[in-house]
């Protein structure tokens, strides 16, 4: 099993829809999580980053952290075309001597479609 | 605008050569990281350093890969020789450790390697 499991997709959505984007993981030592998007071609851009379980908001995006069990969202609302893209999860946990390292999940592919 | 910059986008080569590939940090930044993507495996960390030092480099084949940070504004990954299970977009990323929270990791555009 995979330390962070992302549903690959394609994940195609008309315009407008609520896009919900998910991450399963198995270590329960991660505290940070991570949404990154990455643009065909492009290297990943972080999204928004939480800390431990809760929801954060960013203007059309909201990240959801259920620690519990080991779950993370992130929802778009009124998804554009321009948010067509790869959405890779990503989520650290300290590490004991060196700081933090990064999990990157596989990545979900979205298609917004006008 | 405060980038990463990573030389060369593109690079076709032979089995067998050698390949850099060269990245400037955000000025700045103590941490740099080198990934490498494919559609099989994702997102792989090969190795990262802070303030210079290898942190760790486990993710990267010790016989043919070699990271360095010969000085704050530059990080290079070299592979020697190079094979065509190497081809793969190389992504380099900086970020500023904080006292909490993760780092905020900043993405290069990549070099994309073909190896033939």
């Known amino acids: 099993q995979k330390e962070v499991e992302q549903d690959p997709g394609p994940l195609s959505v008309p315009e407008g829809a609520i896009v919900s984007l998910n991450c399963t993981y198995s270590n329960s030592a991660f505290q940070y999580f991570m949404w990154y998007r990455q643009y065909s071609r492009k290297g990943p851009e972080l999204l928004m980053y939480t800390y431990s379980s809760g929801n954060k908001e960013d203007g059309r995006f909201t990240a959801q952290v259920d620690k519990s069990s080991k779950y993370i969202s992130l929802f778009i609302r009124d998804s554009q075309p321009s948010d067509s893209a790869t959405y890779l999860c990503a989520m650290s946990a300290k590490e004991r001597n060196y700081g933090q390292n990064f999990v990157f999940g596989p990545g979900t592919r979205l298609s917004v479609l006008p | ?116």
Not at chain 2, 85 to 111: H, I, K, N
Request: glycine fraction near 6%; charge should be neutral; aromatic fraction near 10%.
């Open chain 2, 1 to 116: 605008d405060a980038r990463v910059t990573q030389t060369p986008r593109h690079k076709v080569t032979e089995m067998g050569q050698e390949v850099t590939m060269r990245c400037q940090p955000i000025l700045g930044h103590n941490t740099v990281f080198w990934y490498r993507q494919t559609m099989m495996q994702g997102l792989e960390l090969l190795a990262y350093f802070r303030n210079r030092a290898p942190l760790d480099d486990s993710g990267m084949p010790k016989d043919r890969f070699s990271a360095e940070m010969p000085d704050a504004t530059l990080a290079t990954l070299k592979i020697q020789p190079s094979e065509p299970r190497d081809s793969a977009v190389y992504f380099c990323a900086s970020g500023l450790v904080r006292p909490q929270g993760p780092y905020e990791q900043y993405f290069g555009p990549g070099t994309r390697l073909t190896v033939t």
